[in-house]
C-alpha cells in the first residue's frame, strides 16, 4: 500500500488571449499548488483491472474520472496480472477550480509508475500526461508556474511560500467548457505585466485578475459578494480560481487570516485555511 497526497492549485491570475482554430482557448496564467489536497492510497489487488472508491458520495468513479485514463495511458507499458484499487480521501471540492480531477490523474500516473516500476523520468511523464488535460503538465513543477499556450507552455518564475489564504466555495459545481463556451472578452499582456515584475505579490496587487469571473460571477452572483468580502475582512488579493466557482484570498499575515476564517468559516460549504507550497 502507498500513501500519496495530491494537491490543489490555484490562479493567481488567468488571462483569455483568446480562441484557437482547433476550438481550444489560448491563456497566459498563474498557477501556484497549495497546501490543501486529496489523500490517495494504492493497494494492488489480483485482478487485472481499476477499481476506484471514495470516501464522498458526489465523487465519480466511473471511466469519466481522468484517473481512468491516468491508468490506461500506463497500463500498456506494464505487462503484469494484477491490478490497482485506489481510494481517494477528497478534501477539494469537486468542480471548483481547483484542479482536483487533474492533480488525481496526474498523482496516479507518477505513483503507478513508481509501482509498477516502468522508470519514466519526469519528461517522459508530461509528454504521456498530455491527453488528460492542457493542464496536466503545470504538476511536475513546482514553485510559482507561467502557463500560456493551452496552459501546456510552462515557465517557472520562483517560489512564493507560507503566504496565507483563505479558499471559499459555494458547494455548486461550474463546468469549465461551458465558462469558456460565454467569454466574450479577451486581452493580452495583463499577465505580462505581472510576471516580469513578480519580486513582490503586494506591490501589484491591483493587477491580479481572472478574464473569467465575469462568466462564473453571472451563474452564481454570490461568488461576486465573497470576493468583496474577502477584501474588507483585510485580503490582500481575493481572486476566483479556474473558472469558480472558489474564491480566495491572500493575507498578509496569519492572524488577519484566522481572523477571517473564524468570521466566515460556517457561512459557506467550504471555508479552508490554507498556504502556497
Known amino acids: 500500500m ?6 490543489a492549485k490555484i490562479n493567481l491570475s488567468l488571462e483569455v488571449v483568446g480562441r484557437l482554430e482547433n476550438g481550444y482557448h489560448e491563456i497566459d ?9 486529496d489523500v490517495m492510497i494504492f493497494e ?24 481512468h485514463k491516468a491508468y490506461e495511458i500506463l497500463r500498456s507499458y506494464y505487462k503484469g496480472d494484477d491490478g490497482i484499487k485506489i481510494r481517494v480521501e477528497k478534501n477539494i471540492p ?12 496526474i498523482t496516479a500516473i507518477k505513483t503507478l509508475n513508481e509501482i509498477w516500476g ?14 488528460i488535460g492542457a493542464d496536466s503538465t503545470f504538476f511536475y513543477y513546482d514553485g510559482l508556474i507561467r502557463a500560456r499556450g493551452i496552459g501546456d507552455k510552462i515557465e517557472v518564475l520562483g517560489e512564493f511560500h507560507d503566504l496565507p489564504i483563505i479558499i471559499v466555495n459555494i458547494g455548486k459545481p461550474i463546468s469549465s467548457k461551458v465558462v469558456y463556451e460565454n467569454i466574450k472578452n479577451y486581452s493580452n499582456k495583463k499577465v505580462e505585466k505581472i510576471a516580469s515584475n513578480i ?8 493587477n491580479y485578475f481572472n478574464s473569467m469571473e465575469d462568466v462564473s ?14 477584501l474588507e475582512m483585510g485580503a490582500s488579493v481575493a481572486l476566483m480560481s479556474g473558472s ?30 490554507t498556504r502556497l507550497i
Open 217 to 230: 460571477f453571472n451563474i452564481y452572483d454570490e461568488l461576486k459578494n465573497i470576493k468583496s468580502e474577502l
Open 94 to 105: 469537486i468542480a471548483a477550480g481547483l484542479a482536483g480531477g487533474t492533480s488525481n490523474a
Open 2 to 7: 502507498i500513501v500519496k497526497n495530491s494537491y
Open 29 to 37: 496564467t498563474l498557477m501556484n499548488r497549495i497546501d490543501l489536497y
Open 199 to 206: 519580486d513582490d505579490f503586494n506591490i501589484y496587487k491591483e
Open 244 to 273: 469558480g466557482p472558489t474564491i480566495f484570498g491572500i493575507f498578509e499575515d496569519i492572524n488577519l487570516q484566522e481572523s477571517t476564517y473564524r468570521k466566515i468559516k460556517d457561512k459557506y460549504k467550504y471555508v479552508y485555511k
Open 118 to 131: 516502468l522508470g519514466f523520468k519526469n519528461k517522459d511523464l508530461i509528454e504521456l500526461s498530455r491527453p
Open 44 to 67: 494492488k489487488i489480483d485482478d487485472k483491472k481499476l477499481v476506484i472508491e471514495s470516501d464522498n458520495p458526489d465523487f465519480p468513479i466511473g471511466g469519466d474520472n481522468l484517473i
